[in-house]
């Protein structure tokens, strides 16, 4: 999976969730969860979630504190896809 | 300083379903497990620890000026609960941040502080829109608390100015200057709530 199509799938989880969707369908790396999207603290824990069951990678605590931004989201994506394909 | 968070249970209920497998285990410690379990009202726990780390969080943005998303970094302690009040202490680090919530039917709010002192130069207050609020109700939240502390202050709420910076800080303005003050804003649902102390 490229970068956009990771962010068309995070799309498709957050939609529920944003509550500003003009910033939704304006969606970048640098989209913020609660700045742009007006995201609810407890939002961004059930977003984690089903980033877990839709990618099916486990993402550790130190790796949820920086999960602020769609960015650091396909980062994270990335990285635990990658140690997943290597073991 | 203060931090401060409002949960309308009625929302919370309607949008985030904790009981949902992983949830509570990203958020809460073992002893907050504890006391989840061991409450009558479970869900109403749950929204109870998560205000007090909110509230406790927000403190904590703005000493370290960065922010994180580490639920399991703040870690709470019950001391006191009379007729709805409950009074805590939440732990991240090497600091504590001193909770007061106060619990009625449909909302729950909680201010933090970063010391134990009781502080006389600090006020809190909250509102309630009809709806679940809009686009406005921001900016209500922010009329209402400067008209808040024009009263405190005894200053005309017209030379008052709240401006946020790009970590969502607020920050005082009177007549252009800034007033040395720490400030919180909150708004969950038909609530908005705000606590500010003054140095």
């Not at chain 1, 199509?5 to 957050?14: M, N, P």
């Not at chain 2, 399991?72 to 007729?83: R, V």
């Not at chain 2, 134990?116 to 900016?139: A, C, H, M, P, Y």
């Not at chain 2, 946020?164 to 609530?191: A, M, Q, T, V």
Request: proline share 2%; charged share 25%; glycine share 6%.
């Amino acid at each position: 999976m490229n970068n956009q199509e990771i962010i068309s799938e995070l799309k498709t989880i957050i939609k529920p969730y944003a509550q500003d969707q003009i910033a939704l369908e304006n969606i970048s790396g640098s989209t913020d969860f609660v700045k742009d999207l007006k995201i609810n603290s407890a939002n961004l824990i059930d977003i984690i979630l089903d980033v877990e069951s839709r990618f099916n990678i486990v993402v550790d605590d130190e790796s949820i504190e920086k999960m602020l931004t769609v960015g650091a989201a396909v980062d994270l994506i990335r990285q635990k896809a990658e140690q997943n394909g290597r073991e | 300083m203060v931090g401060n968070d409002v949960v309308d249970l009625v929302i919370a209920e309607r949008e985030s379903n904790w009981r949902r497998n992983g949830f509570l285990q990203k958020v809460f410690t073992k002893k907050e497990h504890d006391y989840i379990s061991s409450f009558h009202k479970p869900a109403l726990m749950v929204w109870l620890l998560w205000s007090m780390k909110e509230s406790a969080y927000k403190i904590f943005v703005q000493e370290n000026r960065v922010r994180l998303l580490a639920p399991l970094k703040f870690q709470c302690s019950i001391h006191t609960c009379f007729k709805g009040n409950f009074s805590g202490e939440v732990i991240s680090g090497k600091k504590s941040y001193f909770t007061f919530s106060k619990v009625s039917k449909d909302k729950i709010s909680t201010t933090a502080y970063s010391d134990k002192i009781t502080r006389v130069n600090s006020l809190s207050g909250g509102l309630k829109f009809s709806e679940s609020g809009d686009s406005s109700s921001g900016q209500e939240i922010i009329s209402s608390f400067i008209s808040n502390v024009s009263e405190f202050l005894n200053i005309t709420p017209y030379d008052l100015f709240l401006k946020k910076d790009e970590l969502n800080i607020p920050y005082l303005f009177y007549k252009g200057n800034h007033l040395k003050s720490s400030i919180s804003l909150s708004h969950h649902g038909r609530y908005g709530a705000y606590s500010a102390e003054f140095l």
